[in-house]
């Protein structure tokens, strides 16, 4: 079945470094892809999509692109700042009738001052 | 505009007890959906509706079930709460339930069982 993995957490970075997390998944056939993120305390909120290879998702500096030829799509952002403190999941939508998401185990992100 | 609202934030169950969970929306969206999240794990969707007056099951079903009231609520209940089922669930909705679109995630529900 389809499934995503994402790079293990947490991971802790000091303000302005570079973020990467990686996210590769197994699915039949071309699904879109989603990076969603959970601050403290909230629900998920979409960060970026992307529903076609080649495509690049783009929010708030976040960068994802979608790769079909290593079926990954790993987020990325050049500068991270304390507020980008969260935890990050990477989903892919079945194609399959309702969109049902399937999720990633989620990286928690901390940015030190 | 609400968004996505669940009720009630925080609930503590024993062993056996039912409940039920309130997720409302007002976006005038088709689709809704009840996910749990567990450490480690992700989010794992327990049940989903498509449109109104259709329910279906999604990767972890047992121990659940599910009411589509309108197209405003969707609901969920545990008939016989068991520690397993602590978790925290959200609910989410989507406007039309195909492939790349956003869903809107409600604040959460956590559930203790003891």
């Known amino acids: 079945g389809n499934s995503v993995t994402q790079m293990e957490g947490p991971v802790t970075l000091s303000e302005e470094a570079f973020l990467t997390i990686n996210c590769t998944y197994t699915?039949?056939?071309?699904?879109?892809l989603f990076w969603y993120v959970q601050y403290p305390g909230e629900g998920l909120q979409l960060l970026l999509k992307?529903?076609?290879?080649?495509d690049k998702g783009s929010n708030k500096g976040f960068e994802a692109t979608y790769r079909k030829e290593t079926t990954s799509f790993h987020l990325e952002k050049g500068s991270v700042q304390v507020s980008d403190s969260a935890v990050y999941f990477c989903?892919?939508?079945?194609?399959?009738?309702?969109?049902?998401?399937?999720f990633g185990q989620g990286t928690r992100l901390t940015i030190n001052p | 505009n609400a968004g996505v609202t669940q009720t009630p934030k925080f609930q503590v169950l024993k062993t056996g007890q039912s409940m039920t969970l309130q997720c409302a929306q007002d976006?005038?969206?088709?689709?809704m959906y009840w996910y749990r999240q567990d450490p480690g794990m992700g989010l794992r969707l327990i049940y989903y509706?498509?449109?109104?007056?259709?329910?279906d099951k999604g990767e972890v079903p047992n121990g659940y079930n599910v009411s589509r009231l309108n197209k405003r609520e969707f609901s969920l209940r545990l008939e016989s709460a068991a520690p397993s089922q602590t978790s925290v669930y959200f609910c989410?909705?989507?406007?039309?339930?195909?492939?790349?679109?956003?869903?809107?995630f409600g604040p959460g529900t956590r559930l203790l069982v003891l």
């Open positions: 989410a909705s989507s406007e039309a339930g195909t492939s790349g679109e956003t869903q809107y």
């Open positions: 699915a039949t056939g071309y699904p879109s």
């Open positions: 992307a529903t076609k290879a080649d």
């Open positions: 989903a892919l939508s079945d194609l399959q009738g309702a969109q049902k998401l399937v």
């Open positions: 976006m005038n969206h088709n689709s």
């Open positions: 509706s498509a449109s109104e007056g259709t329910t």
